[in-house]
């Protein structure tokens, strides 16, 4: 079945001042698991605004570089800094989606009131952010129900619940009808309009040339290019980049 949906604009969602803990700055970044570093010695700066995808091939360190970003792993060594703050100070103030969103078992509107209530949000919101991801007429059906496409909407609506200065996303849409795609895309990018920081990994080229204002591309563990994506696309300044456009390098 296909998740189609129009979605409620998003003056229905409070609106957020962006800002507080960007710019980012990642020096020397390195993470080792046993004697190998998966991540080795990335230094990269993003502004405050806009929608960074992260891309490279399988096991380029995509995924933990995220999760160092939101504190949730330790590098090795380096610095990762937001603002003037640690990652693990302003957890709180970002939000992760992952490739397969994890829900309470329980209905619908009960994962957003449990997420509003454990951050202290105005638990009033939850039906605005339901109308927001087109899930309000399932208000009251078990999560666990829900399509892949649903249960990824959300899992966005929990994220979105606490007011998040940054949105870190993992491959959100991996095996959704292009339906979902589309509608996910949308509410992700009604986030950034409103002032949310977007980084997201993906390897749909297509939602990458779609969304992105810029694309970090890691290469085995290295950084291999960061570049605005009215350059990338078109003229990659790595030769890894230029083979994984081509196909000559599989995702």
């Known amino acids: ?28 970044l390195v993470l080792r698991l046993g004697e190998a570093p998966v991540l080795d010695g990335l230094n990269l700066d993003l502004g405050p605004t806009g929608c960074t995808m992260v891309m490279g091939p399988n096991g380029s360190g ?3 570089l995220l999760k160092l970003l939101h504190g949730l792993a330790q590098p090795t060594s380096g610095q990762i800094v937001w ?22 078992r329980r209905s619908v509107a009960a994962n957003l009131d449990f997420v509003l209530r454990m951050r ?7 039906d605005a952010l339901l109308d927001h991801v087109g899930l309000a007429h ?27 200065e940054v ?19 949308q509410i992700v990018s009604d986030a950034r309009l409103r002032g949310v920081r977007i980084i997201f990994v993906t390897h749909d080229l297509g939602q990458a040339r779609r969304m992105a204002n810029d694309v970090v591309f890691l290469h085995r563990g290295r950084l291999a290019e960061h570049t605005a994506a009215s350059e990338f696309f078109p003229e990659p300044q ?3 980049a230029r083979d994984y456009l081509s196909g000559r390098i599989v995702v």
């Not at 079945?1 to 020397?28: E, H, W």
């Not at 693990?88 to 103030?93: G, M, P, Q, S």
């Not at 949105?167 to 895309?185: G, R």
């Open 1 to 28: 079945m296909s998740d189609a949906v129009t979605l409620t604009p998003p003056s229905t969602v409070d609106d957020r001042t962006n800002g507080l803990i960007l710019p980012l700055r990642v020096r020397d």
């Open 62 to 64: 995509k995924s933990l």
């Open 83 to 104: 603002g003037e703050h640690t990652a693990a100070d302003v957890t709180a103030r970002q939000a992760l989606v992952f490739q397969k969103p994890v829900l309470l």
């Open 120 to 126: 202290g949000k105005n638990r009033g919101r939850r």
């Open 138 to 164: 399932k208000a009251n059906q078990p999560a666990r129900l829900l399509s892949g496409g649903e249960a990824q909407r959300l899992a966005l609506a929990r994220a979105l619940a606490t007011d998040p």
């Open 167 to 185: 949105l870190f996303l993992d491959e959100p849409t991996a095996s959704l009808d292009p339906a979902s795609v589309m509608a996910i895309e």
């Open 238 to 240: 790595s030769q890894a």
